[in-house]
């Protein structure tokens, strides 16, 4: 074993030892399969009106990340993969004036920066891992888009039980929510005037009711996340909606806010099968519609 | 397909060769990242290693083997990761339960080999950092000193020198006696 002698006999047992140690890992093909999910060349990237230079042309797998490339406010670029021969060098370098690098815990920011990705590639990975189940049970992501937090796991998420209304919600009438809110509030025409409708957390998010428990929220989508939505498989499917991407969280789901002042996640209720797309610079998120088709349908009548 | 033959394939962008290389390897960079200290984000660590390698797959010398390059920026992530936490990486392993069912036989001398192990990883988790992770090279990870020089990037004499101390300590903590 050893050149040394004196320790050749503890050096055999050490070896032994080896054999009694354990350590888990996960299945090799899920790995396998999620590696490969990060390294596809990006086949269908939204184009997003908000979400500058979104689309990778390169066909070389390798591409690295555009690094010059604003994305989304919460999708900060990731450095350039460094040289694997320099083990001194940072992972990731930090990232000034990111406004949720002062208001989350060490361990969340840590696991968010580790994932963080420039918005299109996270998008490809969604679109292919849909289409692999190995790889839509391996990945793990957090994919900020139209504000919200989508935060991607492997297994079903723990329902919320108790349902929380939003921060500061109070109905208004239908007619008057446009004056109330700090952006512009469309109306699907697909619904009509909503049944009631209500403001919440100092006039940032917009909220409209239909019969049969359709729910449209509106905010302001280029902020940071106000939403966020544990997700686990299936993951959500990419639906092209009047000229932008929407995305397709096809079964229910625990629904949270991301408080402005701090960023604390408040459960708010479980949701119902939605479709979250953005527009301008608001974010959109349509609960309640039952198919993915319908609720297609519905937002395109918002987009017009 | 070998390994040769897999990186040629990878090289000319067939991710499917890829994955069979990561398939290959995944356990033997699970148990690298967390016996250098990587903990229960041994799984990132691995992910992001495998990334990255395949990113500077055309840095690899063909004629090299191509493991102790790929542990070696396992190692380099798990470094990092560690560095970030700002806290001391931690063997993370533990004796399996099988250790138990060994020697049915003979329940008392299995019970006191149980123990001398039990002491044993206990007396390598508690070395100093450079000498754990050349033994944890060595001996649990079963790498030559020349890949473990590599792995770690350390010269052959560190090596040789930390190896030889951590064993040193290592008697002195757990005596002569054999399991």
Same mark, same amino acid.
């Given at each position: ?46 184009? #997003? ?15 690295? $990340? ?27 370098? +930090?990232? +000034? ?5 002062? =208001? ?23 679109? #292919?891992?849909?289409?692999? +189940? ?39 009438? %239908? ?20 049944? =009631? ?27 940071? +996340? ?10 959500? $499917? ?67 | ?46 992910? $992001? ?11 690899? =010398? ?56 039990? =002491? ?26 020349? $890949? ?6 350390? %010269? ?24």
């Amino acid at each position: 074993m050893s050149s040394h002698d004196p320790f050749d006999d503890l050096a055999a047992e050490l070896t032994a030892l080896a054999d009694f140690l354990d350590v888990p890992y996960p299945p090799p093909n899920d790995v396998a399969s999620a590696v490969r999910a990060r390294l596809e060349p990006t086949r269908d990237t939204p184009a #997003i009106s908000d979400t500058p230079a979104t689309r990778e042309t390169s066909a070389t797998p390798d591409a690295p $990340e555009p690094s010059d490339t604003p994305a989304t406010p919460e999708a900060a670029p990731e450095a350039p993969p460094e040289a694997p021969d320099v083990p001194g060098a940072r992972r990731h370098p +930090p990232a +000034p004036g990111r406004r949720d690098d002062e =208001r989350r815990p060490p361990a969340q920011r840590r696991r968010r920066a580790r994932w963080r990705i420039v918005t299109a590639i996270i998008l490809a990975v969604i679109a #292919i891992t849909a289409a692999t +189940p190995q790889g839509r049970a391996a990945v793990r992501a957090i994919l900020h888009y139209a504000g919200i937090e989508l935060r991607l796991g492997e297994s079903t998420p723990e329902p919320v039980t108790t349902p929380t209304p939003l921060p500061g919600e109070h109905a208004v009438a %239908p007619a008057d929510l446009s004056t109330q809110v700090r952006f512009p509030v469309k109306t699907p025409t697909a619904l009509g005037t909503p049944q =009631r409708a209500t403001v919440s957390d100092n006039g940032r998010v917009a909220s409209m009711f239909w019969q049969g428990g359709i729910r449209l929220d509106q905010f302001d989508g280029t902020l940071s +996340p106000y939403f966020f939505k544990s997700v686990g498989p299936p993951w959500p $499917e990419d639906v092209p909606v009047g000229g932008v991407t929407a995305w397709w969280l096809g079964g229910e789901h625990p629904l949270g806010y991301l408080k402005r002042q701090d960023g604390t996640s408040v459960p708010l209720r479980q949701a119902q099968a939605t479709l979250i797309w953005q527009s301008g610079t608001v974010g959109y998120r349509l609960e309640g519609a039952g198919t993915k088709e319908r609720a297609a349908e519905i937002a395109a009548t918002l987009l017009q | 397909m070998d390994d040769d033959e897999a990186i040629g394939r990878s090289l000319a962008g067939d991710l499917s060769a890829y994955e069979a290389l990561v398939a290959r390897y995944s356990a033997l960079a699970h148990r690298t990242a967390a016996m250098l200290g990587a903990g229960d984000e041994a799984e990132d660590v691995v992910q $992001e290693a495998f990334v990255k390698a395949f990113r500077h797959l055309s840095t690899f =010398r063909r004629d090299a083997p191509f493991r102790p390059w790929l542990l070696r920026i396992v190692a380099n992530e798990t470094h990092n990761l560690t560095r970030s936490r700002g806290r001391r990486s931690e063997l993370a392993v533990r004796l399996s339960a099988t250790a138990e069912i060994k020697a049915p036989d003979d329940p008392e001398g299995s019970a006191v080999a149980t123990d001398r192990r039990a =002491r044993l990883l206990e007396a390598v988790r508690h070395l100093p950092e450079r000498e754990r992770q050349a033994v944890v090279c060595r001996y649990f990870l079963q790498l030559t000193e020349a $890949e473990t020089a590599q792995v770690l990037d350390w %010269p052959l004499g560190t090596v040789k020198s930390s190896t030889h101390r951590g064993l040193a300590r290592l008697r002195e903590e757990v005596g002569n006696e054999l399991a």
